[in-house]
Structure formats: structure tokens, C-alpha cells
């Protein structure tokens, strides 16, 4: 299974529809960041950006410490793998995923060397019972890093 920043298009249709027919707020309204070429569409810390990364789309960029991506009703099964795909221009980013509120282990993104070259790195292992749905949850525990979408492997 794959899971990538695209899937907040759903997201980017309804923020369209609402903005051209005048339904949101000042700060609401998207905001380009000069400095760092990010757009920014919602009140909040969610900023997107088209990547340069293999299969093109969305990632998620500028993420600071204490931000958090989640997902619900996400069906797994078995020994599975986690593992992230990330950039960033230090090795002082940190994160981990947490299924049903159990956190998983901590993983410190290696330096890719820049913003947009990308590198998948494994997040760790969970168990599932056959059948069922679960929610995942990315906990970024330090920032300075770029997401752009995260799989699962099973064991």
C-alpha cells in the first residue's frame, strides 16, 4: 500500500469550491510563502507544494516539530513495515508513526542533501489481526524535513 500527500486533492477541490463561491475566512485564504516557495491553504500548519520527487504530485514541506499527519479506517493485516519517504538538509529531523495510539519506533531522517531528493527510510514494524481498520498517525517529534508519502510492506 501506498499513501501520498495527493490524497489531500479531495481537500484542495472542496478549499476551490468554498474560496469561488466566497465561503472562507482571511485566513483561510492561501498565502504564498516567498521565502520557502510553499503555498499555504489552510489556517494551520498543513503546507503543501508540487515535488520534484520520482512520480511528480504533492509533498509536504516546511514541517515543524510537533505536527502531525493522520489517516483513519486504514485496512492492515500481518506482520507490515512501515516506511516513510522524506528529504530534508540535516539529520536532525525526527518522527514516528502511531497506530491506534501505540507509537511506534522513533526514526531520525538521514541528510538527503536537499529539500526535494528523497529517500525512503524504514519506520518499523506492527501487527494486525486479519480484517480490520486502524488509524495511522505520523508524529513529526522535530521539523526541518519535507514528506512526501509513506507504505506498507507486509513481513
Known amino acids: 500500500?501506498?499513501?501520498?500527500?495527493d490524497e489531500f486533492k479531495e481537500f484542495f477541490k472542496d478549499?476551490?469550491?468554498?474560496?469561488?463561491?466566497?465561503g472562507m475566512s482571511g485566513t483561510d485564504q492561501p498565502q504564498?510563502?516567498?521565502?520557502?516557495k510553499v503555498?499555504?491553504?489552510?489556517?494551520?500548519?498543513?503546507?503543501?507544494?508540487?515535488?520534484?520527487d520520482s512520480g511528480?504530485?504533492?509533498n509536504v514541506g516546511s514541517i515543524a516539530t510537533g505536527e502531525r499527519l493522520e489517516w483513519q479506517q486504514v485496512p492492515l493485516q500481518g506482520t507490515t513495515n512501515f516506511s516513510v519517504r522524506v528529504a530534508s538538509t540535516n539529520a536532525t529531523?525526527?518522527?514516528?508513526?502511531?497506530?491506534?495510539?501505540?507509537?511506534?519506533?522513533?526514526?531520525?531522517?538521514?541528510?538527503?542533501?536537499?529539500?526535494?531528493?528523497?529517500?525512503?527510510v524504514s519506520a518499523g514494524d506492527f501487527s494486525f489481526t486479519a480484517g480490520t481498520?486502524?488509524?495511522?498517525?505520523?508524529?513529526?517529534?522535530?521539523?526541518?524535513?519535507?514528506?512526501?508519502?509513506?507504505?506498507?510492506?507486509?513481513?
Do not use: C
Not at 500500500?1 to 500527500?5: A, C, N, R
Not at 478549499?15 to 466566497?22: D, N, P, R
Not at 504564498?32 to 520557502?36: F, L
Not at 499555504?40 to 507544494?49: F, H, I, K, P, S
Open 39 to 52: 503555498v499555504v491553504y489552510r489556517a494551520g500548519n498543513l503546507d503543501v507544494q508540487p515535488t520534484t
Open 32 to 36: 504564498e510563502d516567498e521565502k520557502k
Open 1 to 5: 500500500m501506498i499513501v501520498v500527500v
Open 15 to 22: 478549499y476551490m469550491k468554498l474560496q469561488l463561491t466566497g
Open 56 to 58: 511528480g504530485g504533492w
Open 93 to 120: 529531523a525526527k518522527l514516528r508513526f502511531v497506530i491506534d495510539g501505540t507509537a511506534g519506533p522513533t526514526i531520525t531522517v538521514p541528510n538527503t542533501g536537499d529539500w526535494q531528493t528523497y529517500q525512503t
Open 133 to 155: 481498520y486502524h488509524t495511522v498517525r505520523i508524529e513529526f517529534l522535530t521539523g526541518n524535513l519535507n514528506f512526501n508519502y509513506w507504505t506498507t510492506t507486509r513481513s
